[in-house]
């Protein structure tokens, strides 16, 4: 069974720093894109950052400078470092990973995510 588990969100102010981990079971991320993704109260989905099998990263423009995503293929682990932290960034955070064979078939599986609010 495929898991990816998401942790380390939690209640924060303005200008704070939080660490999201993603520990995945079922799979090796060595072979799969990784991402995250949040989602705000009546917001759809967005779409965060993005670790290829490469270790290249690309990210939302919005959190260019302030957010890094890294992984541990090791410990088959994904994390975003998250830095100076707005109230607009209040979102479930979801990991999600991704395979794309040169066939076309694909794999795409998410987390349940997890809570980051920032308030003062």
């Known amino acids: 069974q495929v898991q990816l588990v998401e942790s380390g969100g939690g209640l924060v102010q303005p200008g704070e720093s939080l660490k999201l981990s993603c520990a995945a079971s079922g799979i090796s991320i060595g072979i799969y894109a990784m991402g995250w993704y949040r989602q705000a109260p009546g917001k759809q989905r967005e779409w965060v950052a993005t670790?290829?099998?490469?270790?290249?990263?690309n990210y939302a423009d919005s959190m260019k400078g302030r957010f890094t995503i890294s992984r541990d293929n090791a410990k088959n682990t994904v994390y975003l470092q998250m830095n100076g932290l707005k109230p607009e960034d209040t979102a479930v955070y979801y990991c999600?990973?991704?395979?794309?064979?040169?066939?076309?078939?694909?794999?795409?599986?998410w987390g349940q995510g997890t809570q980051v609010t920032v308030s003062s």
């Open positions: 670790a290829t099998i490469g270790d290249s990263a």
């Open positions: 999600n990973a991704v395979r794309t064979s040169f066939w076309g078939a694909r794999a795409d599986y």
